[in-house]
């Protein structure tokens, strides 16, 4: 019967709840996905309340809620450390994390470029991922 305070954007609110339904907290509608929001919820056996707020208020709410779910920048911003405080992480090979990874896109033709090729093979290199690993701590995930 908890109160559980998710992100009101679409994007977030599906991440949001497939975290939930990982974590065994509700099962959504199959085929839900990407696009689910709470209509899609087909079983919820702990009864949990699902709030949709701003996401940047999610921290905010922490004291009137029983689970937040936190986008990482929010929760780094306001003192969180993901690595000692979540309870729960996404994945980072889940579809969410997958989908919304930040890529590298480039003009077409210049895919080549010795530049281009350098920039890439910074970005992906063990010392980025080691930067990644030991700044964001969990909050930013390398799925290089």
Do not use: C
């Not at 940047?56 to 709410?61: I, N």
């Amino acid at each position: 019967g908890g109160m559980v305070a998710v992100p009101n954007d679409t994007t977030n609110e599906a991440r949001a709840l497939l975290l939930l339904q990982d974590q065994g907290l509700l099962k959504l509608k199959d085929g839900a996905g990407l696009t689910a929001t709470r209509r899609d919820i087909v079983d919820n056996p702990k009864n949990l309340k699902i709030e949709e707020l701003e996401a940047a208020q999610l921290v905010r709410a922490l004291p009137d809620v029983e689970i937040a779910v936190i986008n990482g920048n929010y929760a780094i911003e306001a003192g969180f450390s993901v690595g000692k405080d979540a309870l729960a992480t996404e994945d980072a090979s889940s579809e969410a994390a997958q989908t919304y990874a930040n890529v590298l896109v480039v003009k077409e033709g210049n895919e080549s470029d010795p530049a281009i090729q350098a920039l890439y093979a910074a970005l992906t290199s063990d010392k980025v991922k080691d930067y990644i690993n030991s700044t964001y701590d969990g909050a930013v995930v390398p799925i290089f």
